[in-house]
């Protein structure tokens, strides 16, 4: 595949803006990660969000690359990818920025992922306590000392 200025040149316009939102990207993931360390549920929605809209926005990115190598018969790969930057370091530099944020994203949302399912198990755990708690409840004497609850023993049965 040939360099063609005019798609090296676009491309590197295109790339530019990926990294940006991919930086953006991976500040949410570091955001989402501390409000699930701290138990900041209530915020996640936000985040949940503004993620979806950036991932949509990274997605046309990445569908506007491939229509771009489409349109003159080449698939996207890295190594087309650099053939046509070639020209162009500072976009090149770019595209190598965005391969490692891509992976550390990768990471950083597994990570969060995992942390999600913590919770999740921790909060089914307590639920499954809380529920176990409401079929025994507990009977306090007049020394405020918890006794064992009745059997099946029902009021007015002898």
Known sequence: ????PGLSNRLARLIHDERTGMRTF???????????????????????EEKTQLYRSLQRL??????????????VSNENIRIVLA?????LTAWEEIVTL????KERNR???QLIVE???????????LLAAAEHPQIY?????????ASSRHLGSV
């Open 26 to 48: 991976l500040e949410l993931l570091k955001r989402e990660e501390a409000l699930l360390i701290a138990g900041q549920i209530d915020a996640l929605s936000t985040i949940a």
């Open 119 to 129: 919770r999740l198990q921790n909060n089914q755990q307590a639920l499954t306590t």
């Open 1 to 4: 595949m040939a360099a063609d």
């Open 102 to 105: 891509a992976e550390e994203a």
């Open 62 to 75: 990445s569908d506007e690359r491939t229509m771009m190598f489409a349109r003159v018969g080449a698939k």
């Open 141 to 149: 004497g007049p020394d405020g000392q918890s006794r064992p609850t």
């Open 87 to 91: 020209q162009a370091p500072d976009a």
């Open 111 to 113: 990570v969060n992922g």
